[in-house]
């Protein structure tokens, strides 16, 4: 089974800090990783989808990097605004099981103003 | 609209009955998902089905059942509801393995 373990939980930083999100699988033969955002009470929305190919993937403010041989993605915040709070899930494809993801418990971010 | 929907967004049933959740999409993607969200336990894999007809159990399946007739539709049904099933569900679509997933926006269960 593939374990997906994301630190910190929780990281409450100031407004404008450029911040970073750790994600860690226990089996590097991944098929592709994606990142998630989750508003309190509300569903997932997709961030980033990266295919395990890539070293990176970004949108505006965000980038996300995959090291596959160190089991480890990470999603970088540039910029960091208090609309960016919510918690972060990154998810996690096996290559001898493509058809589901495995989700990590994610870290809850609160930026302040 | 186009999207995935989930229905109804909140519900609440007394233990022993059958209850089913509907999940919609109108992509024509070919993969459907049910998750359920726990606190303690994060998102864990109910069924997902990769095609019309086609269904396959996930980790958590004991007490669910689920049929897709249609590519649109995927409905989850809790045989006989327990308060163990109390959670929020969530749907979730892609147009094959390569993509990644859309979620719906959940249903909240409450089993009483």
């Known amino acids: 089974k593939q374990e997906v373990t994301q630190i910190p939980a929780a990281l409450s930083v100031p407004e404008g800090e450029n911040l970073v999100l750790n994600c860690s699988f226990t089996?590097?033969?991944?098929?592709?990783l994606q990142w998630f955002r989750q508003d309190p009470g509300k569903g997932l929305t997709s961030l980033l989808l990266i295919q395990s190919s890539q070293r990176e993937q970004t949108s505006g403010r965000l980038n996300a990097s995959l090291d596959k041989s160190s089991g480890r993605s990470t999603l970088y915040i540039a910029a960091s605004q208090p609309g960016d709070s919510a918690t972060y899930l990154c998810a996690v494809k096996r290559v001898d099981n493509f058809n589901k993801f495995y989700f990590g418990s994610g870290t809850k971010l609160n930026v302040k103003p | 609209d186009a999207g995935i929907t989930q229905s109804p967004r909140y519900k609440i049933t007394e233990t022993g009955r059958q209850v089913t959740l509907m999940c919609h999409q109108t992509?024509?993607?070919?993969?459907m998902f049910w998750y359920r969200q726990d606190l303690g336990h994060g998102l864990r894999l109910i069924y997902y089905s990769a095609a019309a007809d086609i269904t396959d159990k996930g980790e958590v399946s004991d007490g669910y059942v689920v049929s897709r007739s249609k590519t649109e539709n995927f409905p989850l049904t809790l045989e006989s509801a327990t308060r163990s099933q109390t959670s929020v569900y969530f749907c979730?679509?892609?147009?094959?393995?390569?993509?990644?997933?859309?979620f719906g926006s959940g249903t909240r269960l409450t089993v009483v």
């Open positions: 992509w024509s993607h070919s993969y």
């Open positions: 089996d590097s033969a991944i098929y592709n």
């Open positions: 979730a679509s892609s147009l094959t393995a390569s993509y990644g997933y859309t």
